[in-house]
């Protein structure tokens, strides 16, 4: 896991535009910093269940892999028979991504692999997303991540009818900094094959290995609902860690719709003070493309009748598609299937073991 320091930020836009769904942001100006300051917010992902302000948060170093409660081990491969009662979701480096090839790993079934493992233990969610596109765009100054660290496992011949995605750890050298892998062995229906270069090998950011690319990962608490006159749908975020496939009391909605079908996103909307910190689009033109404005696509229905689920970051064969702002809004909120996966992060309570991880990191920091 990657221990992620606490933030405050501002989202400031500069230049809006109305459309009949909501606000879609021409020009904005973000802000963050380490310190509390006044007109900053505690980024949502600072906040444990029962509503506590957080020094930190764990975020895992790798894609979700199992482990077999059984046997005592990791799957090196991903094959059917997971006991979604007693396996966990891992983050370890050396094994296959699990994915709903095999088995019925929905956002609602990879939550609960994540809580087997204890309190506090989560896949990623919304607020997890949005914190890591706020550190990447203010360090980087695009929103464009395959122009600063590359494609990742994004260029990858597709194998039909199999989790093609590569082996986790290929990135542990580069510890908690950004960059690229020598090369990358990947695994499809047992061959497994190892090579390098832009499109190939695995990437880190902040040491979070692929943060695009590889396999899409499920965003927990987040559904897209529609009745077939909403485009791709309107989207809801859940107030708290009971993530389900269907929504809920617990789920608020943006109050905006998703574009629907397969574009280049234009827009970002800006749903509310509440929800500011949420980037999701609310445009999509035919002048925008794989590099500007945003350089990634969001692919949902259309239009969207039901509840879908959202998955971010791509797949091992969407290229120039792939990247931190790239939406999958287009399956069935109970859906599983070979492309699909998870992560984990841990959500502290504040205890003695909390503390203790606060003074050791701030001991290895030097302050």
């Known amino acids: 896991m990657v221990y992620q320091p606490k933030f405050y930020y501002r989202r400031m836009p500069t230049s809006t535009t109305v459309v009949n769904t909501g606000h879609a942001v021409e020009k904005e100006t973000l802000v963050i910093s380490a310190t509390a300051q006044q007109g900053l917010k505690l980024h949502p992902l600072f906040k444990n269940a029962s509503g506590e302000e957080l020094d930190y948060v764990l975020i895992s170093a790798y894609e979700g892999t199992l482990y077999d409660a059984s046997s005592n ?3 090196t491969r991903d094959v059917a028979g997971i006991d979604f009662d007693n396996d966990k979701l891992s983050s370890v480096r050396g094994y296959k ?9 929905t956002v609602a079934s990879a939550e609960k692999l994540a809580n087997n493992r204890g309190p506090g233990w989560h896949i990623t969610n919304m607020a997890f997303e949005s914190a890591m596109q706020m550190l990447f765009m203010v360090e980087y100054n695009t929103p464009n991540g395959q122009n600063v660290l590359g494609k990742g496992v994004s260029t990858i011949n597709d194998t039909a009818g199999y989790n093609c995605a590569a082996y ?3 990135t542990a050298s580069l510890g908690n900094t950004s960059g690229s892998a020598a090369a990358t062995t990947r695994e499809a229906n047992g061959t497994e094959t190892t090579s390098g270069g832009n499109g190939y090998s695995a990437i880190s950011y902040r040491g979070m290995e692929n943060p695009w690319g590889n396999i899409w990962r499920f965003i927990g608490g987040a559904l897209l609902n529609g009745d077939g006159s909403q485009e791709g749908g309107v989207p809801y975020i859940c107030t708290d860690f009971n993530y389900t496939n269907e929504l809920g009391n617990n789920y608020n909605s943006l109050g905006f719709r998703i574009p629907s079908g397969k574009n280049w996103i234009s827009n970002f909307c800006y749903p509310s003070d509440t929800y500011d910190w949420v980037f999701l689009p609310i445009g999509t033109k035919t002048t925008a493309n794989s590099a500007l404005p945003i350089g990634d696509i969001v692919w949902a229905s259309a239009p969207l009748r039901g509840t879908n689920f959202i998955a971010a970051g791509g797949t091992w064969r ?3 598609n792939n990247g931190l702002f790239y939406y999958c809004c287009d399956q069935a909120a109970d859906f599983a299937g070979r492309a699909f996966g998870a992560r984990l992060m841990f ?5 003695s073991t909390y503390t ?3 003074a050791s990191w701030n001991a290895q920091m030097g302050g």
């Open 356 to 358: 203790q991880n606060i």
């Open 97 to 105: 991504p699990i994915s709903g090839q095999y088995n019925n790993l």
């Open 73 to 75: 081990s990791y799957w």
């Open 347 to 351: 959500i502290p309570t504040k205890n």
């Open 318 to 320: 969407f290229d120039t």
């Open 168 to 170: 986790t750890g290929s």
